[in-house]
């Protein structure tokens, strides 16, 4: 909605123009049309509102996929107050040092998440109280000077001191006064570090509106009125927060909320359902490639789309000729609310592109010794545009610059169309030797080894080069010949710098939620093994 200052106001629009339209249908059968949305937005300000929550205070949703999470984030909004989506599956510790760093006064969790969200909740009042629970970890100072002592609000049956959902909502919606102020906080999303203190981005209502707005500015149009959406990337992430449920709420759309991927079951919601546009992780597509009769079940399909990491060439041309689908790339962050380019804007776009950036959107590569690239060479991505988030929480560090232009960490190149291609990301190249390695090539060469599935690069320090490139590769045959054939590919493809030093097969690879690796958690395996924590075979 052109001209809105406030995410739930798309609600409140919705509700007026199409009352009886189905908004939400979640697995099981329970739904909502947007007149029953918004009335229950407005319920759920009115009761954050009596538990003491005004405007800036943090609420934290600690929820999957369900009706209940596309409430509280918009009720959250409606209040003025700040949304905190959190990964429901973060561990006690984890999750009670992102209530410490955000702040939150209110922790909202279900069932499945209400005992790790109690036991977080018990760290946070402990530690703020000086007397830390034995054996549950230290929750660091600095976080503890931002922290409040939360209240927890249970979908289902809570305890004494707790308050219910059902009790949240039971009082009469109140009309809120319209604070017409887009650099207003709205979300805090708390991006995937691997060390350190937790660190979110501050999202505002600008920049979450402005890239709703970019994404619908496409040809043809990613989503309208007449989609069911398919609502299974985690809300909880910026991919199904905005560029999913944000684009809902704009066209009218209807989501299909999915709390958990199965490849058989989702198949057969997509064809019950009639779901006619896929918003995926690349993950999916390797479940779904040479399942019995995926054409005639993805039937209902008009468009696919995947964001969050990059789709593999021959994954993307394997489904198009499987399904007769083509597959729409997208590249994206948290700090861009998220989309910054896509495949649907200009002319059909090379396999392994992620597209041309959306309108108001400006992108450029950058080189730290010869400044601003043109051509075919390889930089560091730069992003400037309304749809950028106002730096790291609490105090807004490394935000855009004041010209705007954002680093994103990740390097890329254009070919002579003007599509941009990912490389890597600048923390993960590696200098050996002086020269640089990119880790994703070293990953294609090694993958191209038959009976290999997944492999992941990182860098180690050494003595004689300052890095050493170390493999991680996926298979399940025997280790010693799964790295003899390896290593004889690699000598083949490869220049000796690139060469991985070692080798490590495992049976599988970390990965988050939206299938990137954990290449953090590699690193901190190396670290434990260059600490001597960790024995070599």
Known sequence: MPGATDVADLV?????????????????????????????????????????????????????????????????????????????????????????????????????????????????????????????????????????????????????????????????????????????????????????????????????????????????????????????????HVYGLNAVLGSVLRHRAKLVLVDRFDPEGTLDLIDDEAISVLPLAPAVFGHWIGRDQVKERLGPVRLVLSGSAVLAAEVMERFTAETGLEVHQGYGLTEAAPVVTTTMRGAPSLPGSVGRPLTGVEVRLVDEHTGHLEGDDPGEIQVRGPNLFSGYWPDGADGPGDDGWWSTGDVGYRDPTGDLFLVDRVRDMLVVSGFNVYPSEVEDVITEVEGVTGAAVIGVDDPASGQAVVAYVVSDGPPDEVEAAVRQHVEARLARFKRPSRIEVLDSLPVTVTGRVEKGRLRGIERRRALGLIGED
């Open 12 to 236: 409140a629009s919705a509700a007026a123009e199409s009352p009886e339209r189905l908004a939400l249908v979640e697995v099981g059968g329970r739904s909502l049309t947007w007149a029953r949305l918004e009335d229950e937005v407005a319920r759920v300000a009115h009761g954050l509102n009596r538990l003491h929550v005004v405007g800036g205070h943090r609420v934290m949703l600690v929820l999957g996929n369900r009706l209940e999470f596309v409430t509280t984030y918009l009720g959250t909004l409606r209040a003025h107050a700040v949304a905190v989506p959190v990964n429901p599956a973060t561990g006690a510790y984890d999750l009670a040092r992102k209530i410490a760093d955000s702040g939150s006064r209110l922790i909202v969790a279900d069932a499945e998440t209400a005992s790790h969200a109690r036991e977080a909740v018990a760290m946070v009042r402990a530690a703020l109280a000086g007397t830390p629970l034995p054996g549950a970890g230290d929750l660091e100072p600095e976080l503890l000077t931002r922290a409040k002592d939360p209240h927890v609000v249970v979908i289902g049956e809570g305890r004494q001191d707790e308050t219910t959902y059902a009790e949240l909502v039971s009082g009469e919606p109140a009309e809120f006064v319209p604070v017409a102020d887009p650099e207003r906080l709205a979300a805090l999303l708390y991006t995937a570090g691997t060390s350190g203190r937790p660190r979110a981005a501050m999202l505002t209502h600008r920049a979450l509106l402005a890239n709703i707005e970019q994404v619908a500015d496409t040809d043809p149009p990613m989503m309208h009125g007449d989609d069911v959406v398919l609502g299974v990337l985690p809300l909880f």
